[in-house]
């Protein structure tokens, strides 16, 4: 069964760091796209980031451009997302997701509706 799940999430100040995990259990992350998506309270799901199966191309939403970082481990199937210079407009739940098949890095971070498996969200709180 393939399955998703997302740690690191947490309270953190204003100008403050987190590294989220997205650990993949029943497939390889090298063969799929995941992406990285947010929901604030009251509002849609914005695409954050995504990296691509095999070549690990990366596409970033302009809001975390510069400041967030997607990276993969194949040897622990998991995928991170490096936040930095954390602002309070970043809190949100966080959720990974993945596909497989031939897309782009930016069209997998654009449309949510892309993906096929999701995990359950980590809540990232930044506030002083």
């Known amino acids: 069964q393939l399955q998703l799940v997302e740690s690191g999430g947490g309270l953190v100040q204003p100008g403050g760091s987190l590294r989220l995990s997205c650990a993949a259990s029943g497939f390889s992350t090298d063969y799929y796209y995941i992406g990285w998506f947010r929901q604030a309270p009251g509002e849609d799901y914005e695409g954050v980031s995504c990296?691509?199966?095999?070549?690990?191309?990366?596409d970033y939403a302009d809001s975390v451009k510069g400041r967030f970082t997607i990276s993969r481990d194949s040897a622990k199937d998991t995928v991170y997302l490096q936040m930095n210079s954390l602002k309070p407009e970043d809190t949100a739940v966080y959720y990974c997701a993945a596909v497989s098949g031939r897309h782009s890095a930016y069209l997998c971070r654009e449309d949510p509706t892309l993906m096929d498996y999701w995990g359950k969200g980590t809540l990232v709180t930044v506030s002083s």
């Open positions: 990296i691509s199966a095999s070549e690990g191309t990366t």
